[in-house]
């Protein structure tokens, strides 16, 4: 599972992100293409806006579940985004 303090610099505040052991597959973002893009310069995903609809968030549950590398967090809302850094890219 993702850990939070791993969590890549782009990521958009919220209950999913992607930390940086991810290898940029692209699963993530031709299941749910409104919620995660490819950070090209660095070869990995991160979270552009979190999911606003049921439908959103059963597409970024099915990335949690498919992604390989199980890089994509959903614990997110239970942390203090501010009092934990990010990982620096």
Known sequence: ??????RVPQN???RFYVDWSCIY????????PTVFKEKKEEGWAY????PSSL???EAAMEAVEGCPTE???FDGDLFDWSAI????D
Do not use: F, K, R, T
Request: aromatic share 0%; proline share 6%; charged share 20%.
């Open 1 to 6: 599972m993702a850990c939070i303090e791993h």
């Open 12 to 14: 958009v505040e919220g």
């Open 25 to 32: 597959c692209d699963l993530c973002v031709e299941v749910a």
């Open 47 to 50: 979270v552009v806006n979190q």
């Open 55 to 57: 439908e959103e968030v």
């Open 71 to 73: 890089s994509i967090g």
């Open 85 to 88: 850094p990010p990982m620096q």
